[in-house]
Nanobody, 120 residues
């Protein structure tokens, strides 16, 4: 079993910054992709940023130049630095990890979600 624990959400004013963290723990052999998704009220869940184990990154067009995803593979942790936040960034942010377990089984795991609210 693998658990993802997120932290770092909260309330911030437009133009402000937040840093999200997500630590994976449990029966982990290797983690392939790790990333962040978000879901705003009344909207579909969307990809925010993904970083592969090799270091390749992909960002949603709406966050390019403002958000930065990074990983600490030794700690099985992924981060999302969010700068120049806008009200439209308000959403629940979810961490996702593609994990190969110690039993050599593959599964996708999701965190519980952390609320980010951008408002004055």
């Amino acid at each position: 079993q693998v658990e993802l624990v997120e932290s770092g959400g909260g309330l911030v004013q437009p133009g402000g910054s937040l840093r999200l963290s997500c630590a994976a723990s449990g029966s982990i052999l290797v983690i392939n992709d790790m990333g962040w998704y978000r879901q705003a009220p009344g909207k579909q869940r969307e990809t925010v940023a993904v970083k592969t184990s090799e270091g390749t990154t992909n960002y949603a067009e709406s966050v390019k130049g403002r958000f930065t995803i990074s990983r600490d593979n030794a700690k099985n942790t992924v981060y999302l630095q969010m700068n120049s936040l806008k009200p439209e960034d308000t959403a629940v942010y979810y961490c996702v990890a593609d994990v190969v377990s110690l039993d050599s089984e593959y599964a996708e795991y999701w965190g519980q979600g952390t609320q980010v609210t951008v408002s004055s």
